[in-house]
Structures are given as structure tokens and as C-alpha cells.
């Protein structure tokens, strides 16, 4: 393991922190991935063979625990590793307040879709199952149609027709769902701007910016 050879406990821990991904795994932890699949799919550009040897480190510095059972692993924090929660909230905090530019590379409908999944308000949604859509106008076939479809409180997420009804589809680019999620932006400035649109009843259209809300970022203030 490198060091910054330095006493200060800022430096070290850094020694354990600052290697690339290894927040990003400690914030899917906090998010409630548990399982190898889970980490990758919050964290879609890591290779497996990485996020392994992060999970190691992360292992051998007490701040994960790995668990064995029925020939699968799962993984969770430990009590130094939930002590990162105010770390990654902050750094959250400062990235939406500070770091605001979305570059094309940063624009991917999996990892949105994924973060939608596991953060929505579903005691908001109808009792029953109810599904929306998503249509992406700037990405191309096959990943620019998606389903979102929650009953009770479970939530599911396709980028295959589930085949139900559906109650409302929203037609917006990736870019502009992107923005509104994160909070750049609000539902209603997104339509009057001509770049997000729900089609459906107009009760349910009303209804489906709280349905769908924003992340849990979103709420951060922003500099003028």
C-alpha cells in the first residue's frame, strides 16, 4: 500500500480512500447494493476484476465485511465504514453545488435508470401496478426506451416492453432527464422549455414529476 508518509489523520485516510472508485463503491454500499452485481451496475464503467481488488482493500481496512452464503457473497459496511456516510453526503453536496457540467460521457441511461430505481418515492405512486415509460430522444436503439413499473413497494426497471399497461410516457433527451434528476433543473422548467413532455391523462401527467421526483441530491442549493 503507498503512503503520503505523513502522521496527519487526514492523509491517512486518505491512504485508504483516494484510490480511484473506491468512494464510489463505499456510496453504492450506502445506496443498499449488497451483491457483486449490484456494485457493478451503480458503477457500470469499473471492470469486475477492479471492483474485486477495491473490495479487498476495503476488506483489509475494516471498512467492509464480506459475507458467505449459499455459495454467494455480499458485502456491507462496517461500523467505520458507515461513519463515511457524512464524507460521501458531503462531497455529494459540493459536487451538485460546484461541479455542474455534464459532459457527453457522463450522460448514461443505465446508470440513471439504476439510481431511479433504488431512490424513488414509491409510497407516492398508486397502490397498484402502474408503469411508465420513458422515451430517450438522443440515444439510439435499443437503450432509448425504457419501463419503470412499481407495485406496492417494488420497483422495477426495463429496457424491455414488461408488456403492461401504461399509464403516462415521458418524452425528453437523456441530457435534459439527466439535469431534472439531479436537480439542475425542475420538471416544470424542463416543459415549459420544450424539452421534457408527458404524455397521459392530465391528472396522471400532473402526477408523474412526483412520482418520479428527483434524486436525493437534488434539493442541495445552487450558487447564482
Known sequence: MSTYGQFCPIAKA?????????LLVVRELLLGSRHFNELRRGNPKMSPA?????????????VVRRHVGGGRSSYELTESG?????????LGAWGAR?????????????LLLWDV???????????GRTVVALRFADVAPPVSR??????????????????FEVAAT??????????????????????????????????????????????????????A
Open 117 to 127: 430505481r433504488r431512490t424513488i418515492a414509491v409510497e407516492r405512486w398508486p397502490r
Open 50 to 62: 477492479l471492483l474485486s481488488k477495491r473490495l479487498r482493500r476495503l476488506e483489509r481496512a475494516g
Open 82 to 90: 458507515l461513519e463515511l456516510r457524512a464524507v460521501v453526503d458531503a
Open 146 to 163: 425504457w419501463w419503470i413499473c412499481v407495485t406496492g413497494d417494488e420497483v422495477d426497471v426495463c429496457d424491455v416492453d414488461p408488456g
Open 170 to 223: 415521458v418524452h425528453t433527451s437523456l441530457r435534459a432527464m439527466t439535469e431534472v434528476w439531479r436537480g439542475d433543473r425542475g420538471w416544470v422548467d424542463a416543459v415549459r422549455a420544450g424539452q421534457l413532455g408527458v404524455e397521459a391523462p392530465s391528472e396522471v401527467a400532473r402526477a408523474v414529476p412526483s412520482w418520479i421526483g428527483q434524486s436525493l441530491l437534488s434539493a442541495v442549493p445552487r450558487p
Open 98 to 110: 460546484w461541479v455542474g457540467d455534464l459532459g457527453e460521457e457522463d450522460l448514461d441511461p443505465h
Open 14 to 22: 486518505m491512504e485508504v480512500l483516494d484510490e480511484r472508485w473506491t
